[in-house]
């Protein structure tokens, strides 16, 4: 489910916070239905049945009755109780505050500072009717129009200038019993969830909140050819919580050393970042706390797949009566982890399945340190290195972690090439330092750079055949560009990818390169397996 909210993440540290007090810990039921209920919010509902939540949390059956069973309504009760109580001791200086609403299950997130509609996840109310003040007598109405419209003015130029909360989506699971293992495919259709194919050197790559507390839960990554062939890595409750990377193969799951590793901090609640790097018909696990610095882990495994391999997601229990539990999944997307290769990987080997595409006398692309590098040669002046994979023909979101100071006609970021013309977001020295949209040969809109050029997000949508563009310093909160242009107007052959290009009369010098950490494709859909 998609959600707009800026400080969800704000908001889920509290959440975990409140959770963890002293006045949540005798109760595993209440920190469940509490969990469950903000996670509600935090996908963006605006509503929330008895009946869901008695099965979701209570795990009643169909047979539920809201008007014989307040037991819903009683954790409810309990629930605001709670929170009164953690507000009034351990949380009197927390900077998020949380509340319940009465005759809402949806609840209330909202800074300390702030009134809940500035930026609450729940539902603004609809205000009422304001009463007109009384006119002042006197004031001349020319003043007061121009002061109006200067209001207006500025008002208008803050919007403009006002970075937007970044929308991603947000894949929900409620784990039941079930297990596709060894051949069996006991699984419900919703606990397991299938994506877009990926090419060969493809990675895909995830972040997971999840804390399984009972035998067998589990969640995470997978690549599926079948249910006899597929690759995960996720968590798994045995004994403890472990992280697992594995394969099964002609319907054997294999277990050597090194498949599971215990996990400490698999019960803080905190997200864990997953990647799974593909090399044709070999793979790779990569780990990390925050998206940027990622550990690799367990063996290197193979699979020979006979079909097409696809993004997948699974939640379940496994052979075990545990209680449903909940996962949640953000940040979905294909592409290429630049940052994620061994150091004496090969440039070639690092951008297969993309092409290079040079301006006469360009310096070529290089892969080193853990990032795509593209230098600049002092010994030309104009010049443009590209690296372009294909788009595909429905909409889709593109991104990238650039780390580039910008200095005398030297630029860098995201190209969408078509035959006709290209678009490109680039950071570059104009004016100082600006972040610019570009139909190269038509038109541009410009925006300030972030003081001190560090690095930046960059980002391109194409939404019902038209090119939107937008960047961020934090990953949470983007300034959209005010440039539309429709994807047919660069041709009918579409590739997207990265760019590096110098123009300038300028005499020769050396500039520090471009670096880029990752190349995304988001996500957007999944459909069970069956």
Partial sequence: MVHTTANVELFRQQLQRILSSAE??????????????????FSGRTQLEQAEIAEGVLHRGK??????????????????????AYYAGEGTQDEIL???????????????????????VAPAPVPAAATPAPRRRGAPAAFLALALLGLLLIALAAYTRRPAPLPH????????????????????????????????????????????????????????????????LGRQFNSRVQLEFGVESAGRYQKPAGTFAYDPLGQTGAPLWL????????????????????????????????????VALYAHNGRSNAPSTHAAFDHLTIG??????????????????????????????????????????????????????PAPPQDWTIST???????HGAAAGLTVHGERSHFRLIRWDLDGGSITAEHLGHKQANLPDYGGEPPVLLR???????????????????????????LRELGQTIEYGLEASRSTWSAPQEYPPARFSFFHREISSLTPYR
């Fill in 275 to 310: 990647s799974i790097r593909r090399q044709q018909s070999n793979f790779s696990a990569l780990l990390s706390t925050d998206g940027i610095h990622w550990e690799p882990f367990g063996n290197q495994l193979e699979l020979p797949v006979p079909t097409p391999l696809r």
């Fill in 401 to 407: 972690r650039l780390d580039f100071q910008s200095l």
């Fill in 169 to 232: 989506l947000v894949f929900h699971f409620a784990t039941a019993a079930g297990d596709i293992m060894h051949r069996d495919n006991s699984l419900s259709g919703n606990a397991l969830q299938l994506g877009p194919e990926i090419g060969p050197y493809d990675h895909v790559t995830v972040r997971m909140t999840f804390s399984p507390e009972r035998a067998t839960q589990q969640a995470g990554l997978m690549l599926y050819a079948d249910a006899d062939h597929y690759i995960k």
């Fill in 98 to 120: 949380v509340t319940l609403p009465t005759r809402s299950y949806i609840p209330v997130f909202r800074s300390r500072e702030n009134t809940p509609s500035a930026d609450a």
């Fill in 336 to 389: 290429t982890e630049f940052h994620s290769f061994p150091p004496a990987t090969a440039f070639a080997d690092a951008t297969a399945g993309w092409r290079l595409l040079r301006s006469p006398e360009s310096p070529a692309a290089l892969w080193d340190n853990h990032t795509l590098l593209f230098p600049f040669d002092a010994r030309d002046k104009n010049y443009t290195t590209s690296l372009l994979r």
């Fill in 460 to 486: 391109i949508q194409c939404r019902n055949g038209i090119l939107l563009s937008s960047f961020s310093r934090d990953g949470l909160t983007f300034e959209e560009l005010p440039l539309r242009v429709p």
């Fill in 63 to 84: 047979d539920f009755n809201p008007v014989d069973d307040a037991s819903v309504r009683k954790l409810a009760t309990l629930l605001r109780q709670k929170l009164a």
């Fill in 24 to 41: 949540f810990a005798s109760s595993r039921q209440l920190r469940e239905y509490f969990q469950y209920l903000a996670e509600a919010a």
